[in-house]
């Protein structure tokens, strides 16, 4: 969940969503990398026959 500071004066509700919908994105792109990562770490995993690999909690 992303949380987004506004100042009062700019309080209206097209900002609100477009802020928020620009930390959502942010979010899902950097979850996306992680992801990416994490099946390119597992391919090699497999291929040098390794048992285990350690995924960070926040990114599941």
Not at 7 to 20: C, G, Q, Y
Not at 21 to 31: F, G, M, N, V
């Amino acid at each position: 969940m992303a949380f987004v500071m506004i100042p009062d004066k700019d309080f209206t509700p097209l900002l609100i969503a477009s802020k928020v919908q620009s930390e959502i994105a942010e979010t899902l792109r950097s979850k996306t990398n992680a992801i990416e990562m994490i099946i390119s770490a597992f391919v090699d995993v497999r291929e040098k026959n390794v048992r285990y690999i350690f995924v960070p909690k926040d990114i599941l």
